[in-house]
């Protein structure tokens, strides 16, 4: 099969891998997009693991605002001020303080939501599936399904990319350490909402109405 410029392309917008090695996956596999995806991934992930142990202390803190009414604060760490000034270490920077602006996550990983919160809401999604009616022998099975989608929504690796919802936050990272060669962390972040946490007034619905035609 004819392995065009633009299937090389696709493939390295979605693993970040060079150039010729997309080229060699996807003629290893006769074009198949996504079985060189894994391939990649897998060689990709290989990589990242040999780096993941060296310290990152270099790096950006970014300040993104939204509309006046949001605003967001992270760390994003890199073992060199070198790569800290690359241009696409600070797009990558830029990309997860929007994505924190959208997406509100409460934690960066997994491993950080508090073991007793877990348990919390376990207890909940087991109570939700009971009153659906579901039989207790797959209960346990349906709440851990609907743990991972509760990472999804407040972990912040584990959220789809606003940009690309094909891959997770987890998954652009690994990406980058693949591309720029230095072990990368998002280390933490604050976000702030105009009026959050702010009891507001809550107004009578007849009154509301009654202004609004006037009376």
Do not use: W
Request: aromatic fraction near 6%; proline fraction near 2%.
């Amino acid at each position: 099969m004819n392995i065009t410029a633009a299937m090389v392309k696709e493939l390295r917008e979605k693993t970040g891998a060079g150039m010729m090695d997309c080229k060699k996956a996807l003629a290893e596999v006769e074009g198949n997009m996504e079985k060189a995806v894994e391939i990649l991934r897998e060689k990709g992930l290989a990589a990242v693991a040999k780096k993941a142990g060296r310290v990152a202390a270099e790096g950006l803190v970014e300040a993104y605002i939204h509309g006046g009414r949001i605003g967001v604060l992270v760390e994003v760490n890199s073992e060199t001020d070198f790569v800290a000034k690359n241009q696409e270490f600070k797009e990558f920077v830029k990309d997860v303080a929007m994505q924190i602006a959208a997406t509100n996550p409460l934690y960066v990983t997994k491993e950080e939501v508090p073991q007793d919160e877990i348990e919390k809401e376990k207890e909940i999604l087991r109570k939700q599936a009971l009153n659906e009616g579901k039989p207790e022998k797959i209960v346990d099975k349906m709440v851990e399904g609907r743990i991972e989608k509760y990472y999804k929504e407040v972990c912040l690796l584990e959220q789809s990319f606003v940009k690309n919802p094909d891959i997770t936050i987890g998954e652009l990272l690994t990406q980058k350490v693949a591309k720029i060669g230095e072990n990368l962390s998002i280390r933490r972040f604050v976000r702030f909402e105009v009026g959050e946490g702010i009891e507001k007034k809550s107004e009578n619905f007849a009154e509301e109405v009654a202004k609004q035609i006037g009376q």
